[in-house]
């Protein structure tokens, strides 16, 4: 009987030691939630809960001198200002916030509410897809018609959908203007644009050339090459002249707004019949076939040799625009040679064998079929 009383005593001690082990473990602040540590506050004396509020200030004290700005999510916020407003003396229970920071967390839960309050409780119903493909195909399709056009179409179908709605779809689809566009402009009169443009060569000796062409969109075949070492405006207006003798000119020329296309060049395009297309300011693309050309310059031919003088450099150029005109071909332009051979290729395109003409000391080379 004894040991019996022995076994129980020593089994109960044994379960009240891993009853209260795991009381301990559970309430312990890392493992506690908000209601379970409010509740087990209750439980505690006046003067154990103030020697834990002085042991956690102290803490914090020690927090504040390591970590210069604590992370706070969204539910710490809302937290904070909740218990903020429950607690009188809210200000000095901050410690890792300011007072400012607590309200203007509030500022901004009192907005969201009445954002969600405010929100209306039934939408307009959605455009249908149908009606959205449709609208989308009208913009693409009819570049010169506007909001209302579209709308009177669709009136037309049986589909009533306001003017703003369709000006949003519009946007969508058409982001630019229904005018003509540059690049349509260019497309129609490219047979009667030509595009001139300088290109800046360092020399052996750093010292500056220019070289200057001019180019017809449409074949892009090189019309007219000039080197010199000081560009001005009588210089250019003769260049001009030379590249469209007995009145053959065009009807546009892209140029820039540089200073050297001065009054003089716009007196002698003038007299021939040319109306000036300046580009705008910072804007490449509205001369962009000139200045592909020029890269083409830069890639192919001048940034594999040195340049002495201005007779080498102009020499050079002629040679390059020979190739360049009559045996290389071009993208823009089908794979296409702006100055075909005379001769027609032979009906059996096998006939014959292949010829490789090295062109600028063999940098390129001119492939054609030798009967």
């Known amino acids: 009987m004894p040991g019996l009383l022995i076994s129980l005593k020593r089994s109960f001690q044994r379960c009240f030691s891993w009853f209260h082990h795991?009381?301990?473990?559970w309430s312990r602040p890392k493992n506690q939630s908000l209601l379970v540590a409010t509740?087990?506050?209750?439980?505690?004396?006046?003067?154990?809960?103030?020697?834990?509020?002085?042991?956690?200030?102290q803490q914090l004290i020690i927090l504040r001198r390591q970590v210069k700005r604590p992370a706070c999510n969204k539910t710490d916020r809302v937290l904070l200002v909740v218990l903020a407003r429950a607690a009188r003396c809210w200000k000095q229970a901050l410690y890792?916030?300011?007072?400012?920071?607590?309200?203007?967390?509030?500022?901004?839960l009192f907005r969201w509410f009445w954002r969600w309050k405010s929100k209306p409780a039934l939408r307009k119903p959605k455009l249908a897809a149908e009606t959205i493909t449709l609208i989308q195909s009208m913009v693409l399709n009819n570049?010169?018609?506007?909001?209302?056009?579209?709308?009177?179409?669709?009136?037309?179908?049986?589909?009533?959908?306001?003017?703003?709605?369709?000006?949003?779809?519009?946007?969508?689809?058409?982001?630019?203007?229904?005018?003509?566009?540059?690049?349509?402009?260019?497309?129609?009169?490219?047979?009667?644009?030509?595009a001139c443009d300088f290109l800046p060569v360092t020399?052996?000796?750093?010292?500056?050339?220019?070289?200057?062409?001019?180019?017809?969109?449409?074949?892009?075949?090189?019309?007219h090459v000039g080197v010199t070492r000081h560009p001005t405006d009588a210089w250019v207006a003769q260049q001009l002249r030379e590249a469209s003798?007995?009145?053959?000119?065009?009807?546009?020329?892209?140029?820039?707004?540089?200073?050297?296309?001065?009054?003089?060049?716009?007196?002698?395009?003038?007299?021939?019949?040319?109306?000036l297309l300046r580009t705008p300011i910072r804007a490449p693309r509205a001369n962009a076939c000139c200045e592909r050309f020029l890269g083409s310059v830069r890639r192919e031919c001048l940034d594999h040799l040195l340049i002495l003088r201005?007779?080498?450099?102009?020499?050079?150029?002629?040679?390059y625009r020979a190739y360049f005109n009559q045996a290389r071909p071009h993208q823009g332009i089908q794979q296409q040679i702006p100055e075909p051979p005379a001769a027609a290729l032979p009906s059996d395109a096998r006939a014959g064998s292949i010829r490789a003409v090295p062109v600028l000391g063999g940098l390129h080379h001119d492939y054609r079929r030798v009967a």
């Open 22 to 25: 795991r009381l301990i473990q």
């Open 39 to 57: 509740f087990i506050d209750l439980t505690r004396t006046r003067s154990e809960l103030l020697a834990e509020n002085a042991l956690l200030r």
């Open 96 to 108: 890792i916030v300011q007072p400012d920071t607590l309200l203007g967390w509030h500022r901004h």
């Open 143 to 194: 570049r010169l018609w506007g909001a209302e056009s579209i709308r009177g179409e669709l009136l037309k179908l049986g589909i009533r959908v306001s003017k703003r709605t369709i000006q949003k779809y519009m946007r969508q689809e058409r982001p630019r203007p229904s005018s003509q566009t540059w690049s349509t402009f260019l497309h129609n009169h490219a047979s009667e644009i030509w």
């Open 203 to 223: 020399d052996l000796f750093f010292r500056s050339l220019f070289a200057f062409f001019i180019i017809e969109l449409q074949s892009r075949k090189v019309l």
């Open 245 to 275: 003798p007995f009145g053959e000119a065009p009807r546009f020329l892209i140029c820039d707004h540089d200073s050297k296309f001065g009054p003089l060049f716009a007196r002698v395009a003038n007299g021939t019949g040319i109306k």
């Open 310 to 319: 201005e007779q080498q450099l102009h020499r050079i150029l002629q040679a």
